[in-house]
Every structure is written in C-alpha cells, then in structure tokens.
C-alpha cells in the first residue's frame, strides 16, 4: 500500500476529540481507527501490535543488529474539534498550477491567501472539499510511519535497532501524552511526526495552560434593575478588555505568546469563558496567567467574592530543556533532509505536541513535518510529494541511527 492509499483510507474514519470528555479517549471512534491500524500493522507481520483499553496504539519491529539505541515513532489518530472530521471528502489537484482551486461553489483555495500554495506548482495535493477538515494532522504522520515500517519489514537487508511504533489519541485536547507507557514503548529516543510543511523539525513549543472563567450575576427585571442586576456577559466583556489586546493570537508571531479567548456563552445570570494561554518563554507564561488571576481579583473586588471563578491548569511546557542535551536528534535529521534536497526548517512551534510531554516524562522526541498546511480546518492541504518526501526522510532516519 503507498503513502497516499494509506493516508486516503485513514482520513475515511472519523476521529475527531472532544476537549468536553473526561474519558479516555475522550470518543469512543478513535478506537475504530486504532483497531484498524492495529489489523494493518498484523498484516504487515508486525504480530505484537496491540491497543490498550485507552486506545493508544503500539508496536515494535525486532532490532537486526546489535548495538544500536532503539528508536521510536510517533503520531496521534484524533484531529481537531475546531473543524467537522465527518464524512471528508479528500482529492487530489494534480500537477497543480499555480492558481486558485476551487474546493465547492463556494469555496476557494486560493494562493493569494495561502502563498505557499504556490511551493507546490507542479505538484499533486490532496485537498478537502471546503466542507471538513482534511485530517493531515495527524494521519499523515501515521500513514509515513507505517510506510516507512513496511520498507524496512520488505528489505531485511537494511540494518537497525529496535523500531517502537505508537500512535495515541485525544493529542488535539492535550492529553496525548497522559496515560502513555514510556517503559513499555520501549524506545530510548523518538520522533513524533506530527508538524507541518515540509522541512520541519522543531524542538521548541509553547509553553501552554487553559482558563476556565465562570461568572454568576444577578438577573432583576430591566425594568426595576438600576443599581441591582449584574449583567454576567457584561461583567464577562468588562473581564476580557483588563487583558492586553496586543496578546491575542492575531497579533503575534515566532517566539510571541498570547491569552486566546476560545470560546464563550452565557445569560445575565451566567456566563462561561475559555481561554488558552501559550507562551516560549516561561518567565512570560507565568506572567500571563498572573495577569489573569489580577484581573480576576479585580473583578470580585468590584462585585463581590465569588462573581468570577478562574481556573487555571497548565497543559504541557517547552521541551527545549529536554532535547538540548541530545541535540544531535535535531542536527542528524537536518543533515539527512539536505541530502534528500529538503532545505530544514527549524522553527519554534506555536502549538504542542505530544513529544513535549514525553520529553518531560523521560523520551526525548523533537517532532518532525508530515507535509501538511493550514491545519484544523477546511482549506488544509497536503502535497503528494512532501508524503512521499517525509517517508524517504524517516526511512534515512533508522538507517543512519547509531
């Protein structure tokens, strides 16, 4: 099976998370998908696959040759809640030209408004139809990985160590990492393949926590309310303007973190706010949720303890700490992109992964591009040749890994 046969049939399943569940996963149709990776990864001759009661994925191709470090891969099955993952209709523009490619009647993805587009003339790119996300993030690291894994299965003759494969779930609601079994995966270093254009490798990402903001008013009739009603969606507004504009997502850039207001809904009587907060530098992050917790205090001092109720829980942190001391993760993929004419990009992420958290629980892992662009929603896309790039890439990876 190719890289695009498999990525095809991958995005079919509907995996999408949701950031509202508390189980694990947090929906029950990432299983499905895992259950059919697991089957295809037994077909393949990889009969230790299996998948744990929680629906994280794993497997292990046998080392050939003694002495070398076991190695591992890794790539996440949900995608996100900020677009539809049902029913996606993906296709592929061939030899695309340079101009605008019209995804429905009423859609349009255009290079005027995504100028890497044109980085692909010439090139086929899968596509959605305007409707759904595409799913690249993250199937398309799961469709190179096995790719990849099957290369090495067929030509016995290429030397390695031992190769841990794992795939998990619920990574676009930040709990990827959360009940993954380090020990168990077996591997002393990784790579997630979970980023974007092709030519990243990144071992730098946000620092990132969530805000949950709950305030209760106090409905009287309009009619009677001076000096009485507290308006909750107003009190909500009077909370958001005490944090600095100039931090919000469509404001900042490179190592720039920012508060983002998520999602909001409410009534005069209550009102519910959440906020993601993601910043490089640590220093910056915490002082970006202390302005929080200030203008929380704030607002209570204005209409009484207990008027906002804040809540703050950190979600994973820079992993820069922990690959600086094996950078040579980072400096070996360079050297191998340039040989296979991929100019490396390394920048730092704005956004996470879940080798962030398994750095930190003990797996170095800088996270490597899939090919991908626009992420999470309907203009997403994917080169044909960047997948097929990316699978070359992994496969020079566990040759030359010493």
């Given at each position: 099976m190719t890289v695009v046969e498999r990525f095809l049939k991958y995005v079919s399943f509907d995996t999408q998370s949701d950031p509202d569940s508390e189980s694990t996963p947090s929906t029950p149709k990432q299983k499905l998908l895992g259950q059919e990776l697991v089957n295809e990864m037994h077909s393949m001759g990889i009969e230790n696959a299996r998948m744990d009661e929680h629906g994280y994925v794993y497997a292990h191709i046998d080392a050939n040759t003694e002495g070398i470090p076991s190695l591992g891969f890794i790539a996440h099955m949900d995608t996100s809640s900020d677009a539809s993952g049902a029913d996606i209709k993906a296709r592929i523009e061939?030899?695309?030209?340079?101009?605008?490619?019209?995804?429905?009647e009423h859609t349009v993805l255009s290079p005027v408004d995504f100028p890497k587009l044109l980085?692909?003339?010439?090139?086929?790119?899968?596509?959605?139809?305007?409707?759904?996300?595409?799913?690249?993030?993250?199937?398309?690291?799961?469709?190179?990985?096995?790719?990849?894994?099957e290369e090495l299965i067929n030509n016995p003759e290429i030397k390695?160590?031992?190769i841990c494969i794992g795939f998990t779930p619920d990574e676009e609601v930040g709990r990827g990492a959360d009940l993954f079994d380090v020990e168990g995966f077996g591997a002393e270093y990784a790579y997630?393949?979970?980023?974007?254009?092709?030519?990243?490798?990144?071992?730098?990402?946000?620092?990132?926590?969530?805000?949950?903001?709950?305030?209760?008013?106090r409905g009287i009739h309009p009619g009677s309310a001076k000096d009485r009603m507290i308006n909750s969606i107003h009190v909500a507004q009077e909370f958001d303007?005490?944090?600095?504009?100039?931090?919000?997502?469509?404001?900042?850039?490179?190592?720039?973190?920012?508060?983002?207001?998520?999602?909001?809904?409410?009534?005069?009587?209550?009102t519910k706010l959440v906020y993601i907060i993601r910043d490089h530098d640590m220093a910056k992050f915490e002082k970006k949720k202390s302005l929080m917790v200030k203008a929380a205090e704030l607002v209570n001092l204005k209409y009484g303890e207990g008027t906002l109720k804040l809540t703050l829980n950190d979600s994973y942190y820079n992993m820069r700490e922990k690959i600086h001391p094996h950078i040579w993760l980072v400096s070996n993929v360079q050297e191998i992109m340039r040989d296979l004419g991929v100019e490396p990009i390394t920048t730092p992420v704005r956004g996470g992964t879940d080798g962030a958290r398994l750095s930190f629980m003990g797996l170095p892992?800088?996270?490597?591009?899939?090919?991908?662009?626009?992420?999470?929603?309907?203009?997403e896309y994917i080169p044909v040749q960047s997948m097929e790039k990316v699978c070359s890439i992994l496969l020079e990876i566990v040759k030359r890994f010493r």
């Open positions: 061939k030899n695309y030209n340079g101009g605008d490619i019209r995804l429905n980085n692909s003339i010439g090139q086929d790119i899968i596509v959605t139809d305007g409707t759904t996300l595409l799913g690249a993030d993250d199937k398309a690291g799961i469709a190179e990985i096995l790719t990849m894994a390695h160590g031992k997630t393949v979970d980023g974007g254009e092709i030519g990243e490798i990144e071992y730098e990402n946000f620092n990132a926590a969530s805000a949950k903001v709950s305030i209760s008013g303007s005490m944090l600095p504009q100039a931090q919000r997502p469509e404001y900042t850039e490179g190592y720039e973190g920012f508060i983002h207001l998520m999602h909001i809904e409410g009534d005069i009587e209550n892992c800088p996270n490597i591009c899939t090919g991908g662009l626009n992420f999470h929603g309907r203009f």
